[in-house]
């Protein structure tokens, strides 16, 4: 038979959102006449907005007749959208990008994987406990993760996420190659400042490592010394790929489409110790592996950055935001304590004075709320004790299960 990639048998077991997947049908089974309310989501639940569904019927449209058909793509995206991404993004906040740093792709998720690719399976990594669970499992499956003993890997330093320090990790006290970083953070909904951010990118300069900075959340970004971008800290274009995605921004988890900015300064060493750019492998990468994102697509993000565009966006988050809100409210009200949902959509909590196991407050929740949420155990060990709520839901909803919860709870 044929042999496997093996470091498959290293990854955990299952995948956190089918087990609560399984435990909400097991429930439902059980009592068929409850409706239980979705606040674990991950996904988001507003549809597209119109400027957007006219932009991809454009498209569509030109699609339909041979003159404006269109085949293959440029390779890193069109330029009407990456220049309208350079513009909108970038130089109207002063941040200095180039529209040939700019990689559109189908989705974080995927580029954040395949990153991996360009970095040597040597390369010590940096991950944030608790942490959206892709980054251990791209890292895991190329064999990058060491050894498993006592819980954790050997060739991962684990950041610590914790109440004490705000969610935001202190630096490591050596040298790290690789370091992943996400803010707005998914799962504890913490946003870091300028000055925090700063002292990675310095620490980042000093040794000579790289900083994958995952920013799909940087349209729910309101207080205004948090960042949106690692570029807005000087220098970051030295040491950071920003991933960012118009998922959770624009509704597109479906539509899938998002971006990757590799900025041109950065280098890499081959074994040999010759020099080479990491914009170029990325490109390299891109062009043996994918073909692009669809041209009705790229339309239909295009129309994002139109005044309309813009506006819907803001207006997006600003309901996901208030749904955050109701929840971090009521759960404060019932002894929990609670962070994140004021620059993020997510509410991260525990119970106040006295740990509770994630599993057994999911399902607390689900028997009797009818409410379900995701165990933070899921995300690291540090988000044991700790449950996450997503303000993705209506906003109907997020009232009524509000209201459960603090009529059962
Ligand atoms: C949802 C999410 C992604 C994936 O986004 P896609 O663009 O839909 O692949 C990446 N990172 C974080 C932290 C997320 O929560």
Known sequence: MISVNDNFRLLPESYLFSEVGRRIREFKKVHSDKDVIRMDIGDVTRP?????????????EEMSKDVSFKGYGPEQGYDFLRNAIVEFDYSLKGIKISADEIFVGDGAKSDLGNLGEIFSEKCSIALMDPAYPAYFDDNVID????RFE???FSNILYLDCLPENGFIPTLPDRKVDLIYL???NNPTGAAISKKELKKWVDYALENQSIIIYDSAYESFVRESDKVRSI???????QVAIEVRSFSKTAGFTGVRCGYTVVPKYLKGLYANGEKVSLNSLWLRRQTTKFNGVSYVTQK???????EEGRKSIKENSDYYLRNAAVIAGSLGEKGFKVYGAKNSPYVWACLEGGHKDSWLLFQQLLEECNISVTPGIGFGSHGDGYIRLTGFNSYENTLKAMERFRSRF
């Open 143 to 146: 064999g990058r993760a060491g």
């Open 150 to 152: 006592n819980g954790k």
């Open 48 to 60: 597209l907005f119109p400027c957007v569904i006219e932009g991809m019927k454009e498209g569509l």
């Open 182 to 184: 996400c803010f707005p």
């Open 231 to 237: 570029y807005e800290i000087e220098n970051a274009d």
């Open 300 to 306: 239909g993000a295009f129309a994002l950055y139109s």
